[in-house]
């Protein structure tokens, strides 16, 4: 088989932008670090209440996780409620889970108001248990979301299995239609031109070298000149650098890879993915995927395990764990296979937060494309001292991870320990059988 592009499949479609470049303004409002979801969200808001704003990404803009991400609007926090509620106590619990709701209603708000054409269908999502014991707090967890939340979410037992994915891998799911899915490069090009329109300035491929405290606000120092900014929000997530070694201890890069097929015949894709929903499981590694906006391919996405590099085997192993799945896959090949970083941090909540009077977003362990564009409006609002800025993901900054400066050295070690957990689930299975 030949080797697949290590190019972002969504980049066929909407190829990442090389922006002209501009002067750097001396003085501005606001200067954002990072043109991600998270930074143009922010940038879009402050622009249109009429702040100066520019901002600074050292790659092309999206060219971090914004346009090499699954898509799947899942607003998904890690903790289980349980945990969140032991954690925070229920009112704060509940206040958390509940902007879930509200960023995702109001991302697909955005979409429509703002006329972004990004391939976005609410169209549900799968979730699959792994392990049989899975299967009852699947059913219990669609139960909760429907009477807590009002969202319309249901069990599927493995019977009915096959009407919503075409295998017999899990011992039933759940369903949850307020998820659905967007191309995500399609998205990100659509914000960009909504923050251009606005007046935001975007200087891509300007890396921020730092960032001092001066009596006016804000020197931000970049490979293109400075600037002067009353205030300074960053926003560089999974992709932080050295430039700011305070957040680069508490934000874990890990890096996580899709692969996409070849096209399918629609046959196939409708026996595979007959309800076209966007699919994750209960596996510790789990695997996410989708049908690609136009229905003909599988995209398939899980942790990489790599730190470095780009070797050949993380793509195997995700073909391998697709065609466990599909076993009809197995000649299939394999067209894209690319990676992009999330950042997870010590207790997998995303947040707003501000360390000596600068402001961050960030955090979203692998789950932003409705909590970065949220985080980055509630950001902007905060920076406007509109009341409408406060979040329950205002908190205080992210413990910093011990034994750690920015390279996940220990990575493969928690890959390892976590196949491992996985193991033990293969072995429940086996037993259920
Ligand atoms: C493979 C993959 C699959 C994913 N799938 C999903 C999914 O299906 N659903 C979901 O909800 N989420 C998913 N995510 C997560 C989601 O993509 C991210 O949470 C989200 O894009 C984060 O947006 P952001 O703007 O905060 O960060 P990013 O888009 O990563 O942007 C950060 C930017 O900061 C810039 N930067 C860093 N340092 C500097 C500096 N010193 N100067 C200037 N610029 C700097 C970088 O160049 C980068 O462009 C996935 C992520 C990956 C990688």
């Given amino acids: 088989m030949s080797k697949p592009s290590s190019e972002a499949y969504w980049w066929q479609a909407a190829p990442l932008t090389t922006i002209p470049q ?3 303004e001396p003085v501005c409002d606001v200067a954002i670090i990072g043109a991600g979801y998270t930074g143009l969200s922010a940038a879009i ?25 699954g898509g799947i609007t899942s607003g998904n926090l890690r903790p289980s409620d349980a945990t969140l509620a032991t954690r925070f106590g229920t009112p704060a619990a509940a206040a958390i889970l509940e902007e879930g709701k509200a960023a995702r209603e109001d991302l697909y708000r955005f979409i429509a108001d703002e006329e972004i054409d990004c391939d976005f269908a609410l169209v549900g999502r799968f979730a699959g248990a792994y392990a049989p014991k899975d299967y009852d707090t699947l059913a219990r967890s669609a139960d909760t979301l429907q009477r807590t939340l009002g969202i319309e979410a249901y069990a599927v037992p493995r019977t009915e299995q096959r009407g919503f994915l075409g295998t017999d891998t899990y011992h039933g799911g ?11 490069a399609k998205f990100h090009a659509g914000m960009l031109r909504v923050a251009q329109a606005a007046g935001a300035v975007i200087h891509g491929e300007t890396a921020v070298s730092g960032v001092a405290e001066t009596s006016a606000g804000w020197q931000i120092t970049t490979s293109r000149g400075a600037t002067q900014a009353r205030d300074v929000l960053t926003c560089t997530n999974g992709y932080t650098d050295r430039s700011d070694r305070w957040l680069r201890r508490r934000l874990v890069p890990v890096r996580s890879r899709i692969i996409a097929t070849a096209p399918l015949s629609a046959n196939l894709m409708g026996e595979l993915m007959p309800r076209r929903m966007m699919a994750t499981e209960t596996r510790q590694l789990h695997y996410y995927y989708r049908p690609s906006p136009d229905g003909t391919r599988i995209l ?44 997870m941090n010590r207790d997998m909540i995303p947040r707003i937060f501000a360390h000596g009077g600068k402001r961050y977003a960030a955090g979203y362990c692998g789950s932003g494309t409705v909590w970065a564009r949220w985080a980055g409006l509630k950001a902007a609002q905060q920076i406007l001292g509109d009341t409408a800025g406060a979040s329950a993901l205002d908190m205080r900054p992210p413990a910093a991870v011990p034994f750690f400066n920015g390279k996940p050295w220990f990575m493969p070690a928690v890959f390892a320990w976590m196949t491992a957990q996985d193991k033990l689930s293969d072995y429940q299975r086996a037993r259920a059988h």
């Fill in 22 to 24: 501009r002067p750097i």
């Fill in 45 to 69: 808001t402050l622009a249109r209440a009429g702040r100066s704003v520019q901002v600074f990404d050292k790659q092309r803009p999206g060219e971090g996780a914004s346009t090499r991400n």
């Fill in 174 to 184: 759940n369903v949850r239609m307020d998820i659905g899915g967007i191309h995500p």
């Fill in 300 to 343: 398939f996405g899980g942790r990489d395990g790599t730190i470095s590099g780009d070797p050949a085997w993380p793509t195997e192993s995700l073909r391998k764990a697709l065609v466990s799945i599909f076993p009809v896959l197995d000649d299939v090949p394999i067209e894209h296979s690319w990676f992009g970083n999330v950042a």
